[in-house]
């Protein structure tokens, strides 16, 4: 429990919640695979675990477990901004965006994370990651503020059109 107590007294001090601020406290933090794994939820309704281990009124810090294939629904984070950091092994962030006035996102590009990579998304990222190993993969997500109001997307018909 000293990880948490760690993860309590770095997020609750933070003079700013901005990207760079996020960013600096994730690796100074610097989540190693040994300090989070009584953290680690197995799958339940989700093909992912996921575990909100800490919560106040500027932040939210959640872990991830991915295990071999699993992918998240393509969404977005609302009004929120976030820093992940890969915990363990290799992730895929597929990134979407809205183009002109098409009611659902287009595929726009894969990105490629592996263990010790930080990544930034915001309210606008709309994305979904993806474990493509027979390894699990676990990240380390904070948000400021809260994640709230999120969108998951599920028309994506004619994502591979354009």
Known sequence: ???LSQVKEKF?????????SLAFAVKELDPKIEQISDFLKQPEN????????????????IIVYFPAMAKTLVHDHGTSIGCIAVVEGD??????????????????????YS?????HVTGDTIHMMFNPTLS???TFHVYSSPLNGGRIYTDLTDMEKD
């Open 1 to 3: 429990m000293a990880f």
């Open 12 to 20: 609750s001090n933070l003079s700013t919640y901005n990207h760079q």
């Open 46 to 61: 989700l093909e992912y675990g996921r575990n909100v281990i800490y919560k106040n009124e500027d932040v939210e810090v």
């Open 91 to 112: 992730l895929l962030n597929v990134v979407y965006k809205h183009k002109g006035n098409i009611s659902y996102p287009l595929y726009e590009g894969i990105q490629n």
């Open 115 to 119: 263990k010790g990579d930080v990544f």
């Open 136 to 138: 699990p993969v676990v």
